[in-house]
């Protein structure tokens, strides 16, 4: 997204999701003590619970931005209602929905953990 977008701003709300509750868990945030855009884009290359989704808009929300939008490469129908469903105002975008999610709340047939994935754990 930098590159095509070169000059906007980033930064970073790490949430992970707690494997046995399936609920988002905030370890770090340091978003500037006021708004600084008008749009944020919400980066992340999986909806599954839609849980993180939501609780990284509420902080957005909480922090003033107004127009969020959600980018994300594969979703869970479950995740997208989520997310629509908490924040109506908030576009999805997504390059796939897959089937559904399984019962410890993964992607099927998705790609396996995204974090695994990028940093090889």
């Not at 869970?76 to 975008?93: F, K, M, N, Q, T």
């Not at 089937?99 to 695994?116: H, S, W």
Request: proline share 7%; charged share 20%; hydrophobic share 45%.
């Amino acid at each position: 997204m930098q590159e095509l977008l070169p000059n906007v701003q980033v930064w970073h709300i790490g949430l992970y999701r707690d494997e046995k509750t399936l609920r988002p868990v905030e370890y770090y945030n340091r978003l500037p003590t006021a708004p600084t855009v008008q749009v944020c884009l919400v980066l992340d290359p999986m909806l599954a619970t839609g849980g993180s989704a939501v609780a990284t808009v509420d902080i957005l929300k909480r922090w003033g931005v107004t127009r969020i939008k959600f980018l994300g490469l594969i979703a869970a129908p479950e995740g997208v209602e989520r997310l629509s469903r908490a924040h109506p105002d908030v576009p999805i975008h997504v390059a796939a929905v897959d089937e559904r999610l399984n019962e410890i709340g993964f992607i099927v047939p998705g790609l396996g953990d995204a974090g695994d994935r990028q940093f090889g754990t």
